[in-house]
């Protein structure tokens, strides 16, 4: 029995992330990888040269931790690339980001009318539930939009109808701003730096390795080996054994069919919750068994083809909401990086189904895979059948935790009892069963190997819910440059901290005591009528002050005597109270509503990127 | 959702403090020029009677009158007045703010 001091399962992003930071803090661990590739599902496969991404990874995150150990892994291998996608619907594509003019001119006349009026009333009358994705999505878009733009491509990738879907899904996807945040991120997140840095519009364009994702893991493991640490590969873990509250060791079967066992200190595991709770030896009650095997995962599969044209289409990828065909998105994998294919008169394409294990299409030949996808291709017009020269098909199991109605219950019972072990974190997207992003992913590994080292407490469970790990990232300025052209990309870390930021808001935006206000300006023109009436009175003359009495037509008894300056200074600060407050007023209300509609625009920018 | 921040929705907890010799600077500038400008634009459309209402500051402004010479008269005059109005609105404000803050 081979002993470490931590054993990370899983090397995809969260397990060689926790192994990398355990490694720069001189912590060596073993990492236990069930497949012949790291990456996870952020590995770039390589057939014939031609590499591809499983599902697509745009490197861009809003924590700046993860953008600096990006380029702390990968240098200067970075593309910046621009950001091309679409729908395809009906027959028509459609910008994506939606655009409402494209939206409604792809749509024609009567649907657009129909989509104006159903948005219209669906602001009218909103449901009055958000439970559920369509509830969510209705609330938002009006019914029309939701049934053309997001029912058909949502129920494609998780297989069950919207109204099983969680409104979280949406909702984690499309965080509610604090006025502060939207504030934060409208004006300081978009001002010009000391060196001209501008703030690049990661919707628009997005970081990517050369290679593919992969090449990202690849290096990192390199990393993790100099630090003395070890990955093996195609060796799955099948019983993790314990006792007293603590994990002893781990039993994991090569792929020659050999058993091993790895004793460690530490355990961390990206397995999916259903998998490790399973694995658990001696078997947990059976309260938390039922629990995890109530979790459900979407599988997923990419059938490439290698196509004999230089230019397909110009998108990254495109979404497939017509529902006529099973496809659920196509990818144009040279368009990620023209060095994802090893010849530029080819294109490799990769056509994702979102399955689940028990459908047919999950074990069907790859040959058969290849010819179905070469016909919904050409159904969709985007190639003919000649063209295609080559294909192959890679599953990738377990690739979305799904949001159903029962998983938080699920979850909350099996974290319960996985937090009864000392010596065991999970992390992970299919760690944590949430629908993680690879830099939140990250993250969890992060603070999984700080943990180790005993830092103080970091809770992975709160990565991506907590609006604490959104903070804007600004990069260096750039010009997206034409889509053949790639550009390296140098990121500018040392911002303005979050805190300082925080303070200029708050003074910038410091509200005005209506009340005081109204004291100082009602004192101030109480005491210039009491002066001017006096002054006036002192002068004398055949008629005292005839042009300031007009003010009597506002001030109730005003005359130009001693008794009438005590009238104006009491009605004229009256006046000037009224004056400030309302001024003090309508200034705080000014300067919130400002910031209402910085969030609003923010919001509605997030909404449009739902689907990614 | 949707709810979690709105009990934290506020853009800053702080009550401003006006800085009373900026304000007084402001409204100092506003006020000297104001009347200065005031002044020359009269001057410069001209007619028989020139800024008889303006005329009327000379009752508080003395030395003030709708001539060349008069308007410098009233950009002093008009400073001076500006930058002690805002510089006791400042003081009145911060000092009404801080009791109110006890």
Redesign the interface.
């Known amino acids: 029995m081979a002993s470490h001091p931590v054993v990370v399962i899983g090397a995809g992003p969260a397990g060689l992330t926790a192994a990398y930071e355990l490694g720069k803090n001189s912590s060596s661990s073993l990492i236990l990888e069930a497949g012949k590739q790291v990456g996870g599902i952020s590995q770039t496969v390589n057939y014939r040269d031609f590499r591809f991404d499983i599902g697509g990874h745009r490197f861009f995150s809003k924590m700046p931790m993860v953008t600096e150990l990006w380029h702390e892994i990968l240098g200067d291998n970075f593309l910046l690339r621009p950001r091309i996608s679409r729908i395809h619907y009906n027959q028509h594509f459609f910008d994506y980001p939606l655009k409402a003019t494209n939206a409604l001119a792809g749509l024609g006349v009567v649907e657009a009318l129909l989509v104006c009026f159903s948005y219209a009333k669906v602001k009218v009358f909103p449901n009055a539930q958000e439970e559920n994705f369509e509830q969510w999505v209705i609330n938002r878009f009006g019914y029309r939009l939701y049934q053309i733009f997001f029912k058909t491509y949502t129920e494609k990738v998780w297989g069950i109808s919207c109204t099983e879907i969680s409104a979280d899904w949406a909702a984690q996807r499309i965080k509610n701003l604090s006025l502060k945040e939207a504030v934060r991120n409208a004006l300081l997140g978009q001002r010009g730096g000391k060196k001209g840095e501008i703030v690049t519009s990661l919707i628009e364009q997005f970081h990517y390795p050369r290679l593919g994702p992969g090449m990202m893991w690849e290096r990192c493991e390199e990393l993790v080996a100099g630090f003395g640490s070890q990955t093996l590969k195609a060796m799955k873990v099948e019983h993790i054994r314990h006792r007293h509250g603590r994990v002893d060791c781990v039993s994991a079967r090569a792929s020659s069919g050999e058993h091993f066992e790895f004793e460690g200190s530490d355990f961390v595991s990206t397995m999916p919750l259903r998998e490790l709770i399973e694995a658990m030896d001696p078997q947990p009650p059976d309260k938390v068994m039922e629990a995890a095997l109530g979790l459900r995962y979407r599988d997923y599969l990419t059938v490439v083809l290698v196509v004999n044209c230089e230019d397909v289409f110009p998108d990254n990828w495109i979404y497939i909401h017509s529902p006529e065909v099973k496809m659920g998105r196509i990818q144009n994998y040279k368009n990620w990086s023209p060095y994802m294919v090893p010849d530029p008169s080819r294109t490799s394409l990769g056509l994702e189904y979102f399955l689940w294990d028990k459908d047919d299409e999950w074990t069907w030949s790859n040959e058969r895979l290849i010819e179905f996808g070469t016909r919904e291709c050409a159904q969709l017009g985007l190639i003919r059948p000649g063209e295609v020269e080559d294909g192959t098909v890679v599953r990738m199991e377990k690739a979305y935790p799904v949001y159903d109605h029962h998983y938080q219950d699920h979850v909350r019972t099996i974290r319960q009892y996985l937090e009864t072990f000392s010596n065991l974190q999970t992390i992970g997207r299919n760690g944590l069963h949430r629908y993680n992003n690879q830099d939140h992913s990250m993250v969890t590994g992060v603070y999984a190997a700080r943990n180790i080292m005993g830092e103080s407490h970091h809770d992975v469970w709160a990565v991506n819910t907590e609006k604490a790990y959104h903070e804007e990232d600004r990069t260096t300025s750039g010009n997206g440059g034409d889509r053949m052209v790639p550009l390296p990309v140098q990121v500018k870390v040392d911002e303005l901290p979050i805190e300082e930021e925080e303070e200029i808001i708050e003074v910038v935006f410091a509200k005005l005591d209506p009340v005081a206000m109204g004291v100082a300006v009602g004192t101030i023109s109480g005491l210039l009528i009491l002066i001017g009436t006096v002054i006036l009175v002192l002068k004398g003359g055949p008629v005292v002050g005839p042009n300031l009495s007009l003010l009597g037509n506002f001030l109730f008894g005003f005359q130009v005597t001693w008794g009438g300056s005590l009238v104006g200074f009491l009605e004229g600060g009256l006046g000037g109270f009224a004056i400030g407050y309302s001024g003090a007023s309508l200034r705080n209300w000014s300067m919130t509503a400002y910031a209402k509609f910085l969030r609003w625009r923010e919001e509605v920018n997030h909404r449009r990127n739902l689907l990614d | 959702?949707?709810t979690?921040?709105k009990s934290?929705?506020?853009?800053?907890?702080?009550?401003?403090k006006i800085q009373g010799g900026v304000l007084a600077v402001v409204c100092g500038l506003m006020g000297g020029l104001g009347l200065f400008f005031m002044t020359a634009w009269l001057l410069l459309e001209g007619g028989p009677k020139v800024g008889s209402?303006l005329q009327?500051l000379s009752?508080?402004f003395i030395g003030y009158s709708v001539t060349w010479k008069g308007s410098l008269v009233g950009l002093f005059y008009g400073a001076l007045t500006g930058g002690i109005?805002g510089w006791?609105?400042?003081?009145?404000?911060?000092r009404?703010?801080g009791i109110?803050g006890r």
């Open positions: 959702m949707g979690d921040f934290n929705d506020e853009l800053s907890r702080v009550v401003a209402h009327l009752n508080y109005l006791a609105i400042g003081f009145i404000y911060n009404v703010v109110r």
